[in-house]
């Protein structure tokens, strides 16, 4: 998986380009799960904490045993940016 560019603006289209290649497997793929999440770690004091966030979640069909590269092309758009709740420990 890759993205168009390395950074967007809040509101941006995202282009992200998914390559599958089962060329070699003799297994069919059923689908395929996309997610694109986001992890701030926070430490302080010798103490850590992580805030995962999902921005996306897809799921497409997958590919028979033996077909060749298989590129994807998938567009979405982070509405609003959201502020995380920070945690003091």
Do not use: Y
């Not at 070699?24 to 004091?45: H, L």
């Not at 497409?60 to 033996?66: P, S």
């Amino acid at each position: 998986m890759s993205f168009a560019k390395d950074g967007f603006m809040p509101g941006e289209m995202v282009q992200m380009i998914i390559e599958v290649d089962n060329s070699q497997c003799s297994a069919n793929v059923k689908t395929i799960s996309i997610s694109v999440t986001n992890s701030v770690t926070m430490r302080s004091q010798g103490h850590s904490t992580s805030v995962p966030r999902t921005f996306f979640t897809k799921t497409i069909n997958g590919l028979n045993a033996g077909e060749s590269l298989v590129v994807l092309s998938l567009l979405f758009r982070r509405i609003k940016p959201s502020a995380i709740n920070f945690r003091c420990l």
